[in-house]
Nanobody, 125 residues
Framework: QVQLVESGGGLVQPGGSLRLSCAASESTYEAIGWLRQAPGKRREGVTCINNYEDYTYYGDSVKGRFTISRDNAKNTVYLQMNNLKPEDTAVYYC????????????????????WGQGTQVTVSS
């Protein structure tokens, strides 16, 4: 079973940037991405990228501000977050689907069967 370990969360001021990293123990998945959950809110899909091609998908709330990328040599996926807003405050989870690519699973949280432990991102002045 693939294991995912996130890092890079923290406190940042509005308008600032953060980069999250997700190290995978192996690359036997079809798609990998990020979900987030704020206190009292439902889980929200942020973005995903296919493992074997550069197909990416973004949620409307982060388009133009967040960028997902991967380094296959390091089995690591990154989430570059720019122009952060207070509403981006949440626990961010790295997730992967062993069965489906982004075209099918999209940002549907229940479609991802592998989860990291999460990392807190707080956007506040």
């Amino acid at each position: 079973q693939v294991q995912l370990v996130e890092s890079g969360g923290g406190l940042v001021q509005p308008g600032g940037s953060l980069r999250l990293s997700c190290a995978a123990s192996e690359s036997t998945y079809e798609a990998i991405g990020w979900l987030r959950q704020a206190p009292g809110k439902r889980r929200e899909g942020v973005t995903c990228i296919n493992n074997y091609e550069d197909y990416t998908y973004y949620g409307d709330s982060v388009k133009g501000r967040f960028t997902i990328s991967r380094d296959n040599a390091k089995n690591t996926v990154y989430l570059q977050m720019n122009n952060l807003k207070p509403e981006d405050t949440a626990v961010y989870y790295c997730v992967a689907s062993s069965e489906w690519g982004c075209e099918r699973v999209g940002l549907w949280p229940e479609g991802y069967d592998i989860w990291g432990q999460g990392t807190q991102v707080t956007v506040s002045s």
